[in-house]
Structures are given as C-alpha cells and as structure tokens.
C-alpha cells in the first residue's frame, strides 16, 4: 500500500488548482441568465402541457359521466 505524504498531497492539489481555467465575472453573469432563461422556458412549457392534459382529462370525465 502507498504510503500518504502530507505535504506532496498538498502540493499536488496546488498543481491541479493552477491548471483550472476560472470563468470571467462576465461569463457567470452570462450563464446564469441563461439558466434563468432556460428554466422560465421549460417552466412555461410544462405549464402549458399541464393544463393541455388537465383539459383533455377533464373532457374525458365529462364525456363517460354523461
């Protein structure tokens, strides 16, 4: 089994650090109003097929109860 060096292990997880290519505050900013974007889309969508499936039960209902 390998042995745990503490101070390599540090070192090496400084390494991997400098590597990351960090997003600008610009391009957070960016995806975050897409993501808002985004959800209010899909949330309207589903809205929508909601109430479509409610009126199609919703007919059906009053369809086999006459």
């Given at each position: 089994?390998?042995?745990?060096?503490?101070?390599?292990?540090?070192?090496?997880?400084?390494?991997?650090?400098?590597?990351?290519?960090?997003?600008?505050?610009?391009?957070?900013?960016?995806?975050?109003?897409?993501?808002?974007?985004?959800?209010?889309?899909?949330?309207?969508?589903?809205?929508?097929v909601?109430?479509?499936?409610?009126?199609?039960?919703?007919?059906?209902?009053?369809?086999?109860?006459?």
């Amino acid at each position: 089994m390998a042995k745990f060096n503490p101070g390599q292990f540090v070192n090496q997880v400084r390494a991997e650090t400098a590597k990351v290519v960090w997003p600008t505050g610009r391009e957070t900013a960016l995806t975050a109003v897409m993501v808002v974007i985004m959800t209010t889309l899909l949330g309207v969508f589903f809205f929508g097929v909601d109430r479509l499936f409610g009126f199609v039960m919703k007919a059906l209902v009053d369809l086999v109860a006459g």
